[in-house]
Structures are given as structure tokens and as C-alpha cells.
């Protein structure tokens, strides 16, 4: 799914127009919309830059591909603008204002958490603004990005007078051991919640903590999805594995599952998914939470003869198989064929995956595999993505990171 990569056959030298130089190789992806530089693609550049210095970007001919933010990770600089015009608070509020106008038109009425800028398929490169009810989250890829935080707080003191803005980091994994943030990640506006916030997704009420960043406890990017299942929920038993705090087991009991099996390893978690129960009105009495490794959990399951008739498959991105990080060719088949086998005749594989350099078709080829191990065949009945608050811009392949799809067991 990511840009085809390619180095320059010669190493960084000070740029003596005090622009970046990029190779012709990088030129051709920043004319194609590209908004990433990659070290090995900078031929020259002025010394002493440091991150969040606004520099040019030009090739070896000099010909200018615009402004962008120098930063020392793995992306040298991101470019936010095509032209050779500052990178100001106009630039980055006039960003702001299309996002939310986008969102406006598409998060649903009866939804108060929604993302608000999605990185670079927003046009602001390394920066990610999500909306928690009365409260947001400020999240930066890199040091880099660093100088838009303070344009961002105006403008949603303008425009949405949060309660609180709280700032996260979300550095590559390839930097997490050295990374140092330029500001402590927290509260940097207004005030702290005193306790959970309420919000709401098409109706239904989350209890979520916007200062825990990645476990501010809703994944917004599922809604479309959730949604799609809603008419099909009703009567079925239904497991929910990787529950996490459980709003797909909420979604499943308040449109008429008959019971609903959450598994996850963190007891904390399924406390959170217990809580949003009963926030829905819904009585947890009548489901069932186990904190268990999930691989563990489906061969009890299976040698006890448990069966359900939708199984939802959702390994976080960061969760580790036999072999280290999660292989959508060698363990995503494996839990597959584990759901499969606690399935009835009939029944609905709900399947997703969290991996940008995963490809549909490599997705689509995990489950059949999966199917084939577990020696029951399976149709393909739905695929689905991103909810569409978090969208994909299409010159940024790596924008269309969730893969979600609806099997059937065929041996009904």
C-alpha cells in the first residue's frame, strides 16, 4: 500500500540556497501530491536545521515543489503547501475550516465523537484532531509538526470553545526509543474532565478519557462499520474478540443480540466495556466478559462446544504473534480458522484489520487462507473501511489503513 521507496546515489551536503534539495525520484512523487521526504531523498541541505524549521523544497535543477517542515526522523520534511507561500496561522486555519465543513456534512447528528483532521488526507501533514463530546485530542506524528499546536488551539477556541485540549504523541515505532517531545504530552488548554466524558455514536453513549490518548477508549473510525451491521445484530450470539472497551458488544446488545461474549486480555478494559453497558442502560448481568488471551480463549471455547453466530475479529495494530508483531500471512489465518471453528453453520465472520502496509487483497487472502485451514468454506458478503471522518486522500496510499469485511459460513 505505501509509496514505492528509492535512494538517492548521493549523500546530504549544505544546500546553498538554504533550500532542500530532493532527488528526481522524490520530485516526481512531490508532483504527484506526495506530501513526504524521506532522508535518503534529501541530496542537499542548509546546516543546523532543526525540527519544525520551515524550509523549500526544490530539486537538483532548482525547480521549487514548495514549502514544507524539516523534522530528523524517518520523514525529513512534510510539505504543506505546493506553492512558495508561508506556512502560517491563514494556511493552517483556512485547512482547518475545510475539515470541519467536510465533517459537518458527514458526522451523523447524533454523534459527538468524531475525528476532525486526519493527518494528510486533511492537507495537515503529522497532525491528527479528534473531538471527544465537549474536549479534543491534539496528536503529532513528530517534533516537526510542533509549531502547528498553538494555530490549532486558536481555532478551536474559535470555532468550538473545547473544555479542555489535551496533546499526544504518536511517534513511529522506528524512533519510540529515543523519541524526546518537544512539549510534554497532556492537558495544554482549559481544564481536566472530572471523571469519564459521555459521548455518543449514532445514539449510543461511550464513556471515554481523552487524556490516554490511544486508550481514550472509542475507536471512531469503526462507526461506518458498526452501523452497516446494525440491522443484523438481532437475536444472534455473538463474540466479540479484542474487545477492548466493548462498543461493538454495546452496539450488538442494544439492536437485540441475544448475548453477547467479550474477550480481552485487559481487565481493565472489559471493566470500561461493563461501564458502557450500563451507561447504555443495557444490564452486563446478561452478557458475559472474560479477561483471557484470545488464542486461549477460542480452543476453550471450541473444546467446550461453544458456538456463535457472528464472530468480530479485531486485533489491535500492535498485537504480537508467535513470531513477533501480528502477520497477516501467518497469524491473521491462524485466529481465522480459530474463529471459524467456533461458528455455527451459517454464521457471520466479522473481520477486520489495523495495518496500512497490508493490502486488501493480501486482507482477503488471510481469511481464505483461514477458511482453508479450518475446512469450512466461507462467501464474501461486505467490505468496509474507514468511517468517513477519517478519509483517505488518494495521491496518500497510506491513508487507507482499515480493512473491514463480512464473511458467511456456507456450510449452512
Known amino acids: 500500500m505505501k509509496r514505492p521507496y528509492r535512494a538517492p546515489p548521493s549523500r546530504p551536503s549544505q544546500a546553498p540556497s538554504g533550500a532542500v534539495v530532493v532527488n528526481g525520484y522524490s520530485a516526481r512523487w512531490l508532483n504527484q501530491d506526495f506530501c513526504w521526504v524521506y532522508p535518503a531523498e534529501v541530496v542537499q541541505r542548509p546546516p543546523n536545521l532543526k525540527p519544525g524549521q520551515e524550509v523549500k523544497l526544490i530539486d537538483e535543477q532548482g525547480k521549487a515543489y514548495g514549502v514544507g517542515l524539516w523534522d530528523d526522523g524517518w520523514i525529513s520534511a512534510r510539505r504543506y503547501r505546493a506553492d512558495e507561500g508561508p506556512i502560517d496561522a491563514a494556511l ?104 469519564d466524558v459521555r459521548v455518543t455514536e449514532r445514539g449510543l453513549t461511550c464513556l471515554v478519557r481523552p487524556a490516554l490518548g490511544k486508550d ?81 480463549a477460542l480452543d476453550r471455547l ?44 451459517g454464521g457471520w465472520l466479522v473481520a477486520a484489520l489495523n495495518q496500512g502496509e497490508v493490502s486488501p487483497r493480501d486482507f482477503h487472502n488471510a481469511v481464505r487462507d483461514g477458511a482453508r485451514r479450518a475446512e469450512r468454506p466461507v462467501q464474501h458478503l461486505y467490505d468496509g473501511g474507514q468511517a468517513p471522518d477519517h478519509p483517505a486522500a488518494a495521491h496518500f496510499p497510506e491513508g487507507r489503513y482499515l480493512k473491514f469485511g463480512v464473511w458467511r459460513c456456507m456450510d449452512a
Open 92 to 195: 493552517i486555519h483556512s485547512r482547518l475550516d475545510l475539515a470541519y465543513a467536510l465533517r459537518q456534512q458527514i458526522v451523523e447528528p447524533n454523534t459527538t465523537a468524531y475525528r476532525l483532521v486526519n493527518a494528510e488526507n486533511d492537507e495537515l501533514p503529522g497532525l491528527r484532531v479528534d473531538i471527544w463530546g465537549h474536549y479534543a485530542t491534539i496528536t503529532l506524528d513528530a517534533p516537526g509538526v510542533a509549531p502547528l499546536i498553538d494555530w490549532v488551539c486558536a481555532w478551536l477556541d474559535e470555532h468550538l470553545s473545547p473544555r479542555g485540549v489535551y496533546l499526544h504523541w504518536r511517534p513511529d515505532p522506528r524512533e519510540k526509543a529515543r523519541f524526546e517531545p518537544p512539549i510534554p504530552a497532556g492537558l495544554i488548554r482549559g481544564h481536566a474532565p472530572p471523571g
Open 302 to 345: 471450541r473444546r467446550a462446544g461453544e458456538r456463535f453466530d457472528l464472530v468480530i475479529l479485531d486485533p489491535p495494530a500492535f498485537s504480537h504473534g508467535p513470531e513477533g508483531v501480528m502477520s497477516a500471512g501467518k497469524d491473521y489465518p491462524r485466529l481465522v480458522a480459530a474463529c471459524l471453528r467456533v461458528m455455527e453453520p
Open 216 to 296: 481514550v477508549g472509542l475507536y471512531t473510525d469503526m462507526r461506518a462499520n458498526r452501523a452497516m451491521l446494525e440491522p443484523y445484530w438481532g437475536g444472534r450470539r455473538v463474540l466479540n474478540l479484542f474487545a477492548h472497551t466493548g462498543f461493538f458488544s454495546v452496539a450488538a446488545a442494544a439492536n437485540g443480540a441475544s448475548e453477547v461474549v467479550s474477550i480481552d486480555l485487559s481487565e481493565s478494559a472489559l471493566e470500561r466495556a461493563e461501564a458502557n453497558f450500563v451507561a447504555n442502560e443495557l444490564d452486563p448481568s446478561g452478557h458475559l466478559f472474560f479477561a483471557e488471551d484470545v488464542r486461549a
